[in-house]
């Protein structure tokens, strides 16, 4: 935890999903956050990336500051310290996995 935090102002998980170009660009958004807008309603807590390679987001989430790294997104869901889900890089194959992916979505934002 930065030194110059309230601590009045709570953490907020955050999982995401992608870590390619947005993955990198919405990283830093959530690190830039609360400097950009003091007070911030909840510092950004980094928990998990997940992406397709394995190599590829354990090297992501060491760079851009991320506690932990997945191959399933899965993972993000199961997750209960995890409250916001970043969907930055999902590619979906069918329509019937998109209506599932929307799904979860649905009921992660639900459990805030």
Known sequence: MD??????????G???LGYAFMGKAHSNG???????????PAYPRLLMIAGRSEEAV?????????E???TDWHDIIEDDRIRIFDNGGIVV????????????????????
């Open 3 to 12: 030194s110059g935090r309230s601590r009045d102002i709570p953490e907020i």
């Open 14 to 16: 955050i999982g995401m």
């Open 30 to 40: 959530f690190l830039q956050m609360p400097y950009l807008f003091w007070p911030p």
């Open 58 to 66: 354990r090297e992501a989430a060491s760079r851009y500051g991320w």
């Open 68 to 70: 932990s790294y997945t």
């Open 93 to 112: 194959g069918s329509y019937a996995q998109l209506v599932c992916f929307f799904v979860v979505l649905f009921c992660l934002c639900i459990r805030v």
